[in-house]
């Protein structure tokens, strides 16, 4: 059996805020797809100059509780969000790369094979270091784009 791979449309709404800095709110919409059934599913999308991450893709894995946002490309990483764990990974700039500790303290999906939100709130930390707090609610919806089916 295998499971289709949608084009769809993805929202991200963020927040974040770093010590002794205000808040800044970030809004992007962008063309991807999304694949996965019985509650693990995968948002996938490219990258652009406007995140500063052109040549770089970035997808979540979501299953139950928890979450991955791994980025390929100019920028890898891969950081696991998970309420009540704190996961460390590396976050390679291609000219160096840092300790990243993230400390999930909301994961809440509702995806469907249709679409739907994924809400992921957590602190960060670089080199061990807080360094702030951010959040993100990401929605999916299904686009009648098919040329993006790759």
């Excluded at 805020?17 to 800044?24: I, L, N, R």
């Excluded at 019985?38 to 999308?45: T, V």
């Amino acid at each position: 059996m295998s499971i289709e791979t949608k084009p769809v449309v993805i929202e991200i709404q963020g927040r974040q805020s770093f010590q002794g800095s205000k808040p800044e709110s970030m809004e992007l919409v962008t063309d991807g797809i999304f694949w996965g059934s019985d509650g693990k599913y995968m948002i996938s999308y490219p990258e652009s100059e406007m995140t500063g991450l052109a040549g770089t893709t970035t997808t979540f894995e979501v299953s139950g509780n928890s979450a991955s946002l791994i980025r390929e490309g100019t920028v890898t990483s891969h950081m696991i969000f998970e309420p009540g764990r704190k996961h460390l990974s590396l976050y390679d700039m291609g000219f160096g790369a840092l300790t990243i500790g993230v400390d999930a303290s909301k994961v809440r999906s509702n995806l469907s094979e249709t679409g739907g939100t994924l809400e992921i709130d957590y602190k960060i930390e670089i080199e061990h270091i807080i360094a702030g707090e951010s959040s993100f609610l990401i929605t999916v919806r299904e686009s009648s784009d098919r040329t993006l089916i790759q």
